[in-house]
């Protein structure tokens, strides 16, 4: 896939902290938050240390301040999407919350664009405390801002294993932007606590990976505020990486390859890699978000 070298980005839609939050503890606060990753099995496994720096977002150490300023006078068109990750990265969120914007005026419904915040090592929520970038990407229903440190693509490859490549940044940063379609529709606020292969946190995850699906079903047809579409060209290949990133997040396979080899299912919370799979897949070739009722007693 390509981004359509004319159509101008967004960055309005970015804060990039990077540099400026520091290091911060996993636990320090950052309850409430809903993320791609299972939160309490990085812990458990030792993640609370920084990601690596690099994976060419700047390659941006936790101790070097970046700023706003910086990426909006670099990320201007597609062009610079097509040159510079960092950029990419905005391409994507202006292309999702296009998408989400549509699909919300063809409902009779406003769309609310949420900030997605750029950070290295740690960050400091509106509304959910503070997170180590260990928790990996999240979103924060009570700020209604996504958070990310970028260099989590670069942890994806080296430590689970996925093949990587820019539709693997694409949906993560769908998946967030789902959880933010499920707080505006109000889904979030009637989430029940708890764990287990059929808990409601796992319905949440598998239908934001649903609606990450949907977007990329889309990608190639959505004009941004240019009036043109940033995508071009997804290809087969680009979903086998998203596929395989699902597949690399399953709560089975971070307990077996990441946690000690045991799978227990009674502590689940994002789902099994092949429910991942199975509903971004959903998703994509539905190309249909009401299709994403993981809510349903009866789809898992």
Known sequence: MRFNENAELDTSQVSDQRGMGGRVAVGGGGLGILGLIIYFVISQLGGGEALPSGAGFGDVSPDQQVGSEAIAERCRTGADANREADCRAVAFINSIQAYWEDQFAGSGADYRTAQTNFFSGGVQTGGCGSASSAAGPFYCPADAEVYIDLNFFTELEQRF???????????????????????????????????????????????ADCYAGAWANHATTTPTESGEPLIIGVTSEDIAAALDAASRIGD????????????????????????????????????????????????L
């Open 252 to 299: 089975d396979f971070i307990q077996r390859e990441l946690g000690g080899g045991r799978v227990d299912t009674t502590q689940f919370s994002h789902g099994s890699s092949e429910q991942r799979q199975k509903w971004y897949n959903v998703g994509f070739e539905s190309g249909d978000p009401n299709r994403c009722n993981t809510f349903d007693t009866n789809s």
């Open 161 to 207: 294993g996925a093949t990587g490549g820019p539709f693997v940044e694409a949906y993560v940063l769908a998946h967030e932007y789902g959880h933010h379609v499920q707080n505006l529709l109000g889904t979030s606020d009637r989430v029940q606590p708890g764990t287990g292969p059929t808990s409601d946190s796992v319905r949440l995850e598998l239908q």
